[in-house]
């Protein structure tokens, strides 16, 4: 989806001028860094959720085959 939609984009871009372009393309490529660093916070906050998640479910289990 994102490359389909960066080619578009790209596309869009050589229609115009050379100039404007560069100015363009630049501006989109700081658009898709930010967007990279806000998909890799995502994932270190789910990773995060996953392993606390884990963490519980692991304890639960401890418990229930000591009582068990």
Do not use: P, W, Y
């Not at 930010?34 to 692991?58: C, D, G, P």
């Amino acid at each position: 989806k994102e490359q389909q939609e960066m080619a578009k984009r790209l596309k869009t871009l050589l229609a115009k001028g050379r100039e404007l372009r560069i100015k363009d393309l630049k501006s989109m490529l700081q658009e898709f860094r930010t967007q990279h660093k806000e998909r890799l916070a995502h994932q270190i906050e789910r990773r995060k959720e996953v392993n606390k998640m884990l963490s519980t479910f692991k304890q639960e289990r401890s418990c229930q085959e000591l009582t068990g």
